[in-house]
């Protein structure tokens, strides 16, 4: 249920980014594209693991997995975001 | 060109995220390619067991064996029999006192592991079995009592059935190895542990004799199989609750014997048991060799579905079976780069050795194969001080997992397709799952067991399999 319920998630998730995107004209380029797929992808592994290593009841492994996916998964999506302000920076210069 | 998606380009992305997220539980729940192909195909056989993809099958067992230097072993060499004549009796009946006045006084101070709780469980466990016997059960209906000729099939065929049965009887993987007697013929004891001699003779059926077990030669093939430990009660060895773990694997492995006995004769078949705990073979030589696991650090066979939380036992049978390969997943390679079973270890037990090697420790190790052979003497001395069978070794492997994080299966699968990595998958799990503690202190805290939400026997039969 978990899975089914974060794929709904992340699919409403990605519509609502794709028409803000269009919307606000903000152009999203493959590479940002390819960096948001890598934080999602990281994030959904943080998920996983923290989630059955609680099920293993392996609670400090389990906790350990937030900063260690967490980083993965912000530092691609802060590149992503920092893609996309500069390309708009560049189109309003 | 411009860099803006495409509706239908957009919608095809999205279509893979959400086939990703899909899989993502599936290989969770630790299914191979295989496996998950085989969910699509109503013809896969039901009975063959699924092995992670990573444990590859291999022409030669992953430990170095010399057959010519190899001999049949006298279990009563053991520590686990022989101990005094390493020892001495002095030393033997210090380490005795020590035990027992520790465990009583850890038994009226309520120390956690050691309560009247614990003990009533470890009491609870031993009990309920069937008496062990060699020969198996006086008597079973065999086929000409029905009326009918005695089973036959393919070797293969046999394999399925006998696996079909074990899996069904409580049993958790089953590999078979044929007794050749320049090889795999000295892994069978030369004496028990009850000082009955073990002899291969040209006869016709076996023979439980005063001083000897007479194995007919054309009892050929060796049934290992393991049966799961509670991992989460042998995470909190060495104490008693940890301790009585192993006794309930050997309750019900005597149960399981008895009625795999029963099954081979009742197919028409002989059966060769265990007389007694540790009789008839060395389980982790013939694990390796059956493709069960490799052996490791810790002298003990290390599985890939289940770590070292097993116990391996063998039966010999005359019924035609085919051979299973060894296996290469890895896990010999790991135990170089990872010493945490060493560092944990109270008393020092085991080798530091970064590579294995031919040379033995003392007569309880068996030459002829390269390992990390342990001082079995310093073992038994950490047994006497924490009052139990120990067990911190299997505890803090790090194969001994549940395997339910992707996380494990991705450092398993990495570990058996490169050395590279080991290093650091040993250090993360010092940081992720704490660091060596060599202080006869548990990995998990005794008490918080009782309050855990297990399943039956705190094991999952369910691991790696597809169906249920």
Redesign the interface.
């Known amino acids: 249920m978990l899975?089914l319920i974060?794929?709904v998630v992340?699919?409403v998730g990605?519509?609502w980014l794709?028409s803000w995107a269009r919307a606000k004209n903000v152009?999203?380029?493959?590479l940002a594209?390819v960096l948001i797929?890598i934080a999602?992808?990281s994030a959904?592994?943080g998920i996983?693991?923290f989630v059955?290593?609680m099920?293993?009841?392996?609670e400090?492994?389990a906790w350990?997995?937030i900063p260690m996916y967490g980083l993965q998964a912000v530092v691609p999506a802060a590149l992503a975001a920092l893609l996309v302000w500069r390309?708009q920076k560049k189109v309003k210069a | 060109m411009s860099n803006m998606l495409t509706r239908r380009q957009f919608l095809k992305e999205v279509g893979l995220v959400g086939a990703g997220v899909a899989l993502t539980p599936m290989a969770a729940a630790g299914m191979s390619v295989d496996a998950m192909n085989a969910l699509a195909d109503d013809e896969s056989p039901t009975t063959r067991l699924e092995r992670p993809s990573w444990a590859k099958p291999s022409d030669k067992p992953t430990t170095e064996i010399d057959w010519k230097a190899m001999q049949r072993y006298d279990e009563r060499n053991t520590c686990r029999g022989g101990l005094v004549k390493y020892i001495g009796t002095e030393k033997q009946a210090e380490w005795t006192k020590i035990q027992s006045e520790s465990l009583a006084k850890w038994l009226k101070e309520g120390k956690s592991g050691y309560t009247l709780k614990d003990v009533a469980l470890q009491a609870a466990s031993g009990v309920g079995s069937a008496t062990q016997s060699f020969l198996g059960p006086e008597k079973v209906t065999a086929p000409k009592d029905r009326g009918v000729p005695t089973w036959t099939g393919t070797p293969e065929e046999a394999n399925e059935i006998v696996t079909a049965a074990l899996r069904h009887l409580g049993a958790a993987t089953v590999g078979v190895v044929e007794l050749d007697t320049n090889t795999t013929e000295k892994l069978i004891y030369s004496f028990d542990p009850d000082g009955k001699e073990l002899v291969f003779a040209d006869v016709d059926q076996p023979a439980e004799e005063e001083k000897r077990r007479i194995i007919p030669r054309k009892a050929r093939w060796a049934i290992v199989y393991t049966v799961q430990m509670s991992e989460e009660t042998l995470k909190r060895a060495p104490t008693i609750l940890g301790a009585q773990t192993t006794n309930l694997t050997y309750t019900r492995n005597r149960n399981i014997q008895l009625r795999l006995q029963t099954f081979l004769r009742s197919l028409g078949y002989m059966a060769l048991g265990e007389a007694s705990t540790n009789a008839l073979g060395i389980s982790p030589a013939l694990g390796v060799v059956a493709g069960l696991g490799e052996m490791s650090r810790i002298q003990r066979l290390i599985t890939p579905e289940y770590g070292p939380m097993v116990r391996v036992f063998k039966l010999l049978t005359d019924l035609p079976m085919a051979a299973t390969k060894p296996i290469n997943a890895g896990i010999m390679r790991f135990c170089s780069a990872c010493m945490k079973c060493a560092e944990s270890c109270p008393t020092k037990a085991l080798s530091f050795d970064r590579e294995p090697t031919w040379q033995t420790k003392g007569g309880w190790n068996n030459p002829g194969h390269k390992a990390y052979f342990e001082d079995s003497t310093k073992c038994r001395e950490g047994w006497a001080r924490s009052g139990t069978n120990c067990g911190v070794c299997f505890a803090v492997c790090p194969y001994a997992g549940k395997d339910r994080a992707l996380i494990h299966q991705f450092v398993k699968a990495t570990a058996s397709a490169t050395p590279v990595m080991n290093e650091f998958f040993k250090t993360m799990h010092d940081v992720t799952f704490g660091p060596a503690k060599p202080d006869y202190s548990p990995v998990k805290d005794p008490e918080k067991w009782w309050d855990l939400d297990l399943p039956e026997y705190g094991i999952n039969t369910m691991q790696g399999r597809k169906n249920g």
Do not use: D, F, H, T
């Not at chain 1, 152009?27 to 493959?30: A, E, P, R, S």
């Open positions: 899975w974060l794929g992340i699919g990605a519509l794709a152009k999203i380029n493959w594209w797929a999602v992808i959904l592994s996983q693991n059955e290593l099920g293993e009841y392996e400090r492994a350990m997995m390309g």
